[in-house]
């Protein structure tokens, strides 16, 4: 979009500095909606140049986003995602594109596991996503010879036909896609990496996230509270390995909302997670690998066709069961890790990986 053909309003990302958001995290006000939306208009549009540009994006990290500015970051941005929604409503996973480097990527197989066990699951990715550039799904299911360079419609497709999708960031997200060398020369995360993980390509009801703190956690329930974009039913916050969609082994915090209906109120609890309860009796460590993608992909064959009775095996089972009850398929995370081991038990996990391959 050319700067000629764009009218913006009153407020350049300088003014917004000089006058709102770029005296500190201390002293800093918050930008309203409106400034919000004007402000990543005029990114997305090429407008800033890469200084000012640069100088807003560290403001906004600064001083931390509200739920407000971050809410109206994302509708702005899913004015521009191709959504396809498949025909089942699966569970939406949000992991942070920009990837892992030292553990296991577990999401592939806790997803093929859950929607063996009848739990439709989307991931979604980019590829070498700034600033950590590192292995993500992508990479996974590229090992594993599942296709990924899709079209937002063929992805709904593969997850009706399979039970497992994967959409690709430059073909339902092109506008957030064409920020990636200003991202990458930034050298650290911006606001731009949170609302990535929110765009939601197959308009499912439940999001499933990771977080680094249960503060963190509220703010992306509030974002979705505040998006006009967003109706979810269900939101599921968890402290994942490397701020990964993967549950850490030992006490992981879980922040869960439930949305209100005439009858129900809605309802934010957290809660914790032994993990050494459901068959994680092991350190973080004890997931890492040499090789992220390939090391992952091998892992995730080998569980899924019953090859495995390890601490993969039972990191992806209870990360399968955590996927299950999201979607409130089971009342309990037991009964959500039995289903799971039942579908890796009876073939049908091994079963949907094929179909993907096929696909």
């Not at 549950?247 to 050494?276: C, M, N, Q, S, Y």
């Not at 890796?344 to 696909?359: N, P």
Request: glycine letters at 8%; charged letters at 25%; proline letters at 4%.
């Amino acid at each position: 979009m050319s700067q000629q053909m764009t009218t913006f309003g009153e407020w350049p990302l300088k003014r917004l500095m000089t006058e709102v958001c770029g005296s500190g995290h201390k002293s800093a006000d918050d930008l309203t909606r409106e400034q919000a939306l004007e402000a990543f208009e005029r990114i997305i549009a090429g407008e800033p140049d890469p200084t000012t540009l640069g100088a807003f994006w560290l403001a906004n990290r600064w001083k931390r986003n509200t739920p407000t500015e971050l809410a109206a970051y994302t509708d702005l941005m899913c004015e521009h995602v191709d959504t396809a929604a498949p025909d089942c409503d699966p569970v939406d996973c949000g992991a942070n594109y920009d990837g892992k480097g030292r553990s296991a990527i577990l999401g592939v197989g806790a997803g093929v596991v859950a929607a063996a066990a009848g739990t439709p699951v989307v991931v979604h990715s980019g590829d070498r996503v700034p600033t950590q550039k590192q292995d993500a799904y992508k990479h996974v299911l590229d090992e594993l010879g599942v296709p990924t360079e899709l079209s937002p419609q063929t992805s709904a497709k593969m997850v009706d036909a399979t039970g497992f999708g994967f959409y690709y960031q430059p073909a339902f997200n092109p506008t957030i896609d064409e920020l990636f060398d200003r991202r990458d020369q930034m050298g650290v995360r911006t606001f731009v990496n949170t609302i990535e993980t929110l765009a939601n390509p197959a308009d499912a009801d439940v999001h499933l996230g990771s977080f680094y703190h249960l503060a963190f956690a509220k703010k992306v329930v509030e974002t979705f509270q505040e998006s006009e974009h967003h109706t979810l039913d269900r939101v599921l916050m968890f402290q994942g390995m490397e701020g990964y969609d993967d549950i850490r082994p030992g006490l992981t915090k879980v922040a869960e909302w439930t949305a209100g209906d005439d009858d129900d109120a809605e309802r934010f609890d957290d809660f914790g997670i032994e993990t050494a309860d459901y068959g994680m009796n092991f350190d973080s460590e004890d997931l890492h690998v040499d090789d992220v993608a390939a090391d992952s992909a091998a892992i995730t064959e080998a569980v899924v066709a019953g090859e495995r009775d390890d601490q993969f095996a039972d990191a992806i089972a209870l990360n399968a069961a955590l996927r299950i009850y999201a979607r409130e398929d089971v009342d309990s995370l037991d009964a959500g890790l039995t289903a799971a081991r039942e579908a890796i038990a009876d073939g049908s996990a091994a079963a949907v990986l094929d179909d993907l391959r096929e696909f």
